[in-house]
C-alpha cells in the first residue's frame, strides 16, 4: 500500500519571510541614506521588490487560505479515536465516531470524509470483513465517496478490491 503525504503551503505566513527581508533591507537603505547623505537606489529597488512579493503572497494567502473549521475539541477527538484505532483499543470506537460525526446530514465534507476515513480505518484494524463489506457496499451505492480526495479514493478501493466488491454500479 502507497502512503501519500500531501503538503499545504499556507502563503500567509509564507508572506512574513520576504516582508521581514525588506524591513531588513529598507532599514540598511535608511542608515545608507543617513550616513552617505546620497539615495541608495540598488537598495531601494531590492526592499521594493520584497515588499512587493510579501504583498503578492499575502493576496494569494487569502484567495486560496486552507482553513480548518473544525474546533480544537473536535480535532482532539478525532485524533484519540484514531490512536484507539491504531492502538487496538475498538471497545466504543464506532459510538465515539458516531458522538464526534452523527450520521444526520448536518455534516460538511471534510467531517464527513473524516468520518469515513475513521470507520474505514476501524473495519480494517478490527479484521471484521464481512462489516467492512457491509459498510463499503453502503459506500458505493451512496457514491458519496468519489468526492473524497484521491488518497481516500484509493484507499477504498484498494478494500473494495480485496473484498471482492465491484465499484462500479
Given at each position: 500500500m502507497?502512503n501519500?503525504?500531501?503538503y499545504?503551503?499556507?502563503y500567509k505566513?509564507?508572506?512574513?519571510?520576504?516582508?521581514?527581508v525588506?524591513?531588513?533591507?529598507f532599514?540598511?537603505?535608511?542608515?545608507?541614506?543617513?550616513?552617505?547623505?546620497?539615495?541608495?537606489?540598488?537598495?531601494?529597488i531590492i526592499?521594493?521588490?520584497?515588499?512587493?512579493?510579501a504583498?503578492i503572497l499575502?493576496?494569494i494567502?487569502?484567495?486560496?487560505?486552507?482553513?480548518?473549521?473544525?474546533s480544537?475539541?473536535?480535532?482532539?477527538?478525532h485524533?484519540?479515536i484514531a490512536m484507539?484505532?491504531q492502538?487496538?483499543?475498538?471497545?466504543?470506537?464506532l459510538?465515539?465516531i458516531d458522538?464526534?460525526?452523527?450520521?444526520?446530514g448536518?455534516?460538511?465534507?471534510?467531517?464527513k470524509?473524516?468520518?469515513?476515513i475513521?470507520?474505514?480505518?476501524?473495519?480494517?484494524?478490527?479484521?471484521?470483513d464481512e462489516?467492512?463489506?457491509?459498510f463499503?457496499?453502503?459506500?458505493?451505492?451512496d457514491?458519496?465517496?468519489?468526492?473524497?480526495?484521491?488518497?481516500?479514493q484509493?484507499?477504498?478501493?484498494d478494500?473494495?478490491?480485496?473484498?471482492?466488491i465491484?465499484?462500479?454500479k
Amino acid at each position: 500500500m502507497n502512503n501519500t503525504v500531501t503538503y499545504v503551503v499556507d502563503y500567509k505566513s509564507l508572506a512574513v519571510l520576504p516582508f521581514i527581508v525588506f524591513l531588513v533591507v529598507f532599514i540598511i537603505s535608511l542608515i545608507r541614506l543617513k550616513v552617505k547623505k546620497k539615495k541608495p537606489t540598488v537598495l531601494w529597488i531590492i526592499s521594493g521588490v520584497f515588499l512587493v512579493g510579501a504583498i503578492i503572497l499575502f493576496v494569494i494567502g487569502n484567495i486560496f487560505s486552507t482553513t480548518n473549521d473544525s474546533s480544537p475539541e473536535e480535532a482532539k477527538e478525532h485524533y484519540r479515536i484514531a490512536m484507539n484505532i491504531q492502538d487496538n483499543k475498538l471497545d466504543h470506537v464506532l459510538e465515539d465516531i458516531d458522538k464526534l460525526y452523527p450520521d444526520d446530514g448536518n455534516l460538511d465534507e471534510m467531517q464527513k470524509e473524516s468520518r469515513f476515513i475513521l470507520q474505514l480505518n476501524y473495519y480494517i484494524k478490527s479484521k471484521d470483513d464481512e462489516s467492512e463489506k457491509k459498510f463499503l457496499e453502503k459506500t458505493v451505492e451512496d457514491k458519496e465517496w468519489l468526492g473524497y480526495i484521491e488518497v481516500v479514493q484509493e484507499r477504498a478501493k484498494d478494500e473494495m478490491k480485496r473484498l471482492g466488491i465491484e465499484t462500479q454500479k
